[in-house]
């Protein structure tokens, strides 16, 4: 079963950048599509960024495409999400997890999650 452990958030202020990891352990996932997903106060876990086991093909949901960059080091397990032009409206908890072509998590098995604050 995999684990995965992400952080890399904090308190940025609007316009700000932030760099998330998502280290995976207990085996690889160089074959798995990957997705960042995240959960703002009050509301359902959502999708927001995937990446394929290529590290080519990647998918955005419209509200951060153009500020947010999906990648991955398969010989490190990891997978990144760089967000750049934040808003307040990003602020939640990001999760990484195996996911489907399409976005759907591919497991219950979640980790604590990375809180991504934006704020002046």
């Known amino acids: 079963q995999v684990h995965l452990v992400e952080s890399g958030g904090g308190l940025v202020q609007p316009g700000g950048s932030l760099r998330l990891s998502c280290a995976a352990s207990g085996r690889s996932i160089s074959f798995d599509t990957m997705g960042w997903y995240r959960q703002a106060p009050g509301k359902q876990r959502r999708l927001v960024a995937t990446?394929?086991?290529?590290?080519?093909?990647?998918v955005y949901v419209e509200s951060v495409k153009g500020r947010f960059t999906i990648s991955r080091d398969n010989t490190k397990n990891t997978v990144y999400l760089q967000m750049d032009n934040l808003s307040p409206a990003d602020t939640a908890v990001y999760y990484c997890?195996?996911?489907?072509?399409?976005?759907?998590?591919?497991?219950?098995?979640w980790g604590q999650g990375t809180q991504v604050t934006v704020s002046s």
């Open positions: 997890q195996l996911a489907s072509t399409w976005g759907t998590p591919q497991s219950d098995n």
């Open positions: 990446i394929a086991s290529d590290g080519i093909s990647t």
